[in-house]
């Protein structure tokens, strides 16, 4: 059985259709980049993914582990293994980021019925995983993302998938605003999270983040329509020639 | 989706867990408000001559005010109007308990308070609090009582100080809160029946944390308890306040007034979690919360610190001030103010610089929920002499859902042009961005909002006393239920 399977998937913001009928299918163990330009519908599908409710879906489904995952809340999907390492993260003051992830931790642990951790079993796996993003242990008592730099939100994103191990972790946009030294921490972050039952969506719209996350898929969306796939040279193939012509190339194959 | 509305509707059930009635017998004068009901209330009290004439010259100055319909009209708050003729006055468990043992209490009384989680059995308490209990009007049991007066600490019902220490309550009754004052205080300085009292002789450090809890239980009775503080010379307390009362249809009248004086090089902290009946989610019922607090640092390097966190009753008007005599004293006011469904709060503090090199800090965090008002309400007044004076005002609030509000009155009066001020005021509302970002990490909907609401005041329970810290940030999750769907 495969992961995730999206048949169809059609949505709406606003009344404005952005997803177009989307199939995709992902197993365990592969890293799939969704790639396209700005408005083509990348972060639509991320966050449907991840259950946000302020997008209408009006055709299609979505199985995530055999399970209707349209039917899931956010939080439920979450507990299910959905992880989804935002764009632009969220501050929450006066809460301290240690607090908060062994919260969410706990929360699915709850929801898996095993276990709750204490402050003592939660620390020293936390210090360890803190060790792998390269960041400061200062951090952890810090209010979540609460002035921190952009380059530190992003990884405080992947630190936070680090901790809850998700089974299907969509990276949406986490390219966007680091520098070369980051993405690299970033990018090793990541690849030490690849595990044969683990899947990993990278929507981006650089392929230079694709030198560092090497992927088994590549998708391109433009305008709502997935209009190729295929392995991690198409990425390139996309670097050389731009999505323009990519799109064109693809209409001309198989006209709409 | 129904799921989610099935969860919300169990949730917002289960709202106020306190709301139960005592089944117990109780003593009480009939409806309505004359000289004679006065003059009842003292006899029963057996109270001394200065007593009753300081009650009679309050009630008739409040009979005054309310003929001239002075009752105060300014605060932001919409309510029907109050028939003082249609409340009894006096309302006590019959049994009448004896101070010296718990054993002769009513073991309905002991139940109702361990249902309320106050254990009075001195075994069973947190090492380290020391508790007086008022049921409806009058003090049913004061526990340490006698390990505290070892070391001098006077702790007891006000009625006890009255008869044991007339000289201390002759001395600073009305001192800091005047007959005169306010409407509600007039009344209140006319019909108190209880309260509490603490006397902390010089260079003593109060060892406990002294606690009064309030519970009203009768139906169709007004609470008027009375508190006098009292620190002297280089001497230290913390004192903590918590108040419950059963769910009922009507509107029950809280009119309170606490008086705090710190002499020289003396400390207060006061700390309170008001969780009165907050009425329905249609806004049937609850407690009327019309309360006069003020402090007087009298003496040098004094310092009065109020802690409040209020998340019941109706209606809560109530404005716990300092008033900054001795030099270099020290007035803070820390506060959060809860308003779910219906509930309406006017709150905030008064720093009133009157020595030199003063200082006063107010942290304000407001939270609207529901259709809930929250305003705060402060004044910042520097006078002539108040050389030096500092004044850090923190003013926030926070808005969850379109249907509540936030409002902000922040006076400032400087007549001294050395006096230095500060004014930080930010409103925000928990937006959807925040929710899914928590939900997104496995947190219920419910769960999230409590987290950001917690992360919100964390400035003001990081003042709060350790027990009681865990206890307010748990009452504001309760407190929230229901106010996302």
Redesign the interface.
Known sequence: MSLLEIRNLKVKVDNHEILKGIDMEINPGEVHSIMGPNGSGKSTLAQVL?????YDVTDGEILYTGKDLLAM???D???EGI??A?Q???E????SNAY?LR???N??RK?RGEDELDAMDFLPMFREKLKLLDMDEKLMNR?VNEGFSGGEKKRNEIL?MAV?EPKLAILDETDSGLDIDALRIVANGVNAMRSPDRAIIVVTHYQRLLNYIVPDFVHVLVNGRIVRSGGPELALELEEKGYVEIDSETRQVTPA | MST?INTIRDLAEREYQWGFVTDIEEERVPKGLNEDVIRLISAKKNEPEFMLEWRLKAYRHWASLEKAQAEPKWANIKYAPINYQNISYYSAPKRKPSLKSLEELDPELLRTYEKLGIPLEEQKLFAGVAVDAVFDSVSVATTFKERLAEIGVIFCSFSEAVQKHPELVQKYLGTVVPYTDNFFASLNAAVFTDGSFVYVPKGVRCPLELSTYFRINAAETGQFERTLIVTDEGSYVSYLEGCTAPIRDENQLHAAVVELIALDNAQIKYSTVQNWYPGDKEGRGGIFNFVTKRGKCQGVNSKISWTQVETGSAITWKYPSCILQGDNSVGEFYSVALTNNYQQADTGTKMIHIGKNTRSTTVSKGISAGHGQNTYRGLVKIMKGATGARNYTQCDSLLIGDKCGAHTFPYIEVRNSTARMEHEASTSKI????L??????????E?AVS??V??????VFRELPMEFAVEAQKLLSVSLEGSVG
């Open positions: 991840a259950r946000r409710e302020s809340k956010p939080e999907a979450a507990c992880f989804m935002f632009y993260p969220v929450i003051p006066g809460i908060f919260s969410a931790l929360a699915i929801y209010s936070q809850l | 989610n937006g959807e961005d925040q899914f970002y928590l939900r997104q990490r496995g947190l219920k909907a769960d987290m950001i917690n992360g919100f005041c964390k400035r």
